[in-house]
């Protein structure tokens, strides 16, 4: 089975070696490599002209500055492989990360999406952590309401699921793969495997940094699936699902921005009022 795995990038011809190198070296051989260069003004170009000739699996196109969805969505129109991945370009994966990923679909046939886990890594390559977020199997799209715990980096996707519900929507500048992973939940199974299949870089000027533009996209998009997808959902999921989410966002700003904090603390009450994790959220903002 073939795997099409889709790197966008943009200006980060420091990091796109280690992420190429880290396919190249998988112990899972049939894929191809789709890199699609979004506009960089460095020597990305160049770089990836060696790689060209190294490898026939790499394609490498080229498009205006347009942002990631565009370039993933580019990516996805030429893709011919059974199963998507998506590997950003400052990140990498260890060599079984494809391997493990066709054994969960073959023991799992009746899942479209495999995921797992991130070690985390400093700017340099230093590892930082192992901890991860829990993750979920199955109907997830109840629990993905509360917050986002698919690692796209660590994603494999039958090609079906883009087949029948289409790509990134590109309506935001940030979260695109929280909208897609929505979107996937109103019809797909979703399995966690708990393995560690990338390495995720941390850097001081990344966009999912801001936390306030993070946590404002991730509302209207909550609320664009619950729009889209109106019975896809119990009154009673639709409910604790955006609550979790304001008072997740309430303890975030409880020791930074108190007037936020107050302000997601009210959308929870007016949505769930007997919520226990509401009144646990608003004692910890009150005396924080």
């Known amino acids: 089975m073939l795997i099409s795995i889709i790197t966008p990038t943009y200006n980060r011809e420091k990091f796109l070696p280690a992420a190429i190198d880290s396919v190249l070296n998988q112990t899972y051989k049939n894929f191809e490599l789709i890199i699609v260069d979004d506009g960089s ?21 080229q498009q205006a500055n347009q942002g990631q ?3 993933r969505n580019y990516a996805l129109s030429i893709a011919n492989g059974d199963f998507i991945c998506f590997l950003d370009s400052d990140n990498y994966w260890p060599e079984d990360k494809l391997e493990k990923s066709i054994r969960a679909f073959e023991s799992h046939p009746e899942v479209d999406i495999v995921y797992g886990d991130c070690i985390t890594i400093d700017e340099q390559g230093n590892e930082l952590h192992r901890s991860n977020m829990r993750r979920h199997s199955g109907n997830i799209a109840a629990l993905l309401l509360k917050d986002n715990f698919v690692s796209m980096n660590t994603t494999m996707t039958r090609r079906k699921c883009f087949d029948e519900m289409g790509g990134m929507s590109g ?3 940030v979260a695109d793969d929280y909208d897609l992973w929505l979107k996937f939940s109103a019809r797909f199974q979703f399995l966690y495997i ?3 299949l990338a390495y ?10 801001n936390k306030k533009l993070r946590f404002d996209t991730n509302e209207k998009i909550i609320l664009d699936f619950l729009e889209a997808y109106p019975d896809r959902l119990s009154s009673k999921q639709k409910k604790e699902g955006l609550c979790a989410f304001y008072c997740r966002k309430a303890r975030h700003y409880a020791g930074v921005d ?3 904090a107050y302000g997601a603390l009210l959308s929870a009450l007016k949505i769930n ?16």
Not at 200 to 207: A, D, H, L, P, T
């Open 258 to 260: 108190k007037s936020e």
């Open 194 to 196: 708990p393995e560690f």
């Open 41 to 61: 003004t460095d020597n990305t170009p160049a770089l990836m002209a060696t790689y060209l000739e190294k490898d026939s699996r790499i394609k490498y196109l």
């Open 200 to 209: 995720y870089r941390v850097m001081e000027n990344q966009i999912s940094t």
């Open 69 to 71: 969805s565009v370039a």
């Open 171 to 173: 309506k935001r500048r």
């Open 273 to 288: 009022p007997f919520s226990k994790d509401l009144w646990r959220t608003a004692a910890r903002v009150i005396l924080s």
